[in-house]
């Protein structure tokens, strides 16, 4: 080689040092068919956008179906809590234990999974986060009402729900008549109910504005009433029997 002949040193490493494409192809096992070849030389380069695709797709998947529920069990029974103040989260896990102690495995699934929904209603607040929350809330309420969801409905204020629902039952069972907004036999007093009256439930601690609060259960229980909804509709949820079945106990306190 000449000293200072470039282009004959360019073309020797040209001819020695292999481009990126050829670097992937010089790998190939031997023997390899033209299609196999194509396929490990297309892999060499997008696997990871393959691999991080499906890492999406799986994100993806997993947020929908815990949005729609597919991850978790139905409950068998749900219960649903329209008060001006929230019920401490012990108190809302009593009330699932409670109504699970009664109920039974309606869907077969092998467990009893009670839940309660809590809706706030009537706070009337000037404040606008208080407003705001109230009307999520009253929002969420009516969605349960349309898809079925709660079948027994634990109030405060049930003269008030009834007025702006007309949803509680008649004692057979049957939705009220246009002009009856009364709540005269549809509910029955937490505190006059035995079976949930005499029930064990334990204690609550809650803090509220840095301050813890204890107290009891049936003591925070004992002024809200209990009744269950009736289907203006062919529309109703399912285990609707089993659910009854389950009130006419709450209703004769047997």
Known sequence: MRIGDLD????????TVPNEGENAESQDTPGLSEKQRK??????????YVICGIIILGIVINVIGSHLGLWTKVPDLQVAYVGKTQLPADTVAALEHAFASLA???NGDGEIIVKVNQYIDGIESADPDSAY???ASEISLIGDISDCESYFFLMDDPDQFQRDFQLLACPDGSCPGDTDYSTQ???IPWASCPVLANMELGGYSSPILGKEFTGSNQELLSGLFIGRRCFFTDDAMEHVEQCSDLWNRLYTGF
């Open 133 to 135: 929350y109230e009307y």
């Open 8 to 15: 004959y040193l360019y073309s020797s490493k040209s001819s």
């Open 104 to 106: 039974s495995d309606f």
């Open 39 to 48: 396929w490990k030389n297309w892999w060499y380069y997008y696997k990871w």
């Open 185 to 187: 036999d549809k509910v």
